[in-house]
């Protein structure tokens, strides 16, 4: 464990976890009991991969696909704003010194 006392389980760990109930045909209950996690741990883990089979469980530190293209396009807006403001800085003054 890390010290903050919750368990880490890896896209491995958990994509295998589901299959067992998908195409192993096993019950939830069984299978969150003989892997020692919560029932609706499982359910969860089910619900994503149902959802988005491939950018399921991108593990720590990983966006998925959609959440990092939107931060790169928050971070070039952001970037395009700021550029935008010095031009009109830059306008002002050049304007100033032709008047």
Same mark, same amino acid.
């Given at each position: 464990m890390d010290g903050s006392g919750r #368990?880490?389980?890896d896209s491995e760990f958990k994509r295998e976890a589901v #299959?067992?109930?998908? %195409?192993g045909g096993r019950p939830v209950a069984e299978v969150a009991r003989s892997l020692g996690i919560h029932e609706m741990l499982l359910h969860k883990w089910? #619900?994503?991969l @149902? +959802? &988005?089979s %491939? $950018?399921?469980?991108? $593990?720590? $530190?990983? /966006?998925r696909p959609q959440e990092e293209? /939107? @931060? @790169? /396009?928050? #971070?070039?807006?952001a970037s395009l704003?700021? &550029?935008? +403001?010095i031009l009109k800085k830059a306008l002002a003054i050049f304007s100033?010194?032709?008047a």
């Open positions: #368990r880490k389980f #299959r067992q109930i998908v %195409e089910k #619900r994503q @149902r +959802e &988005d %491939e $950018g399921a469980f991108p $593990g720590k $530190g990983h /966006l293209e /939107l @931060r @790169r /396009l928050q #971070r070039e807006n704003k700021e &550029d935008r +403001e100033k010194h032709r």
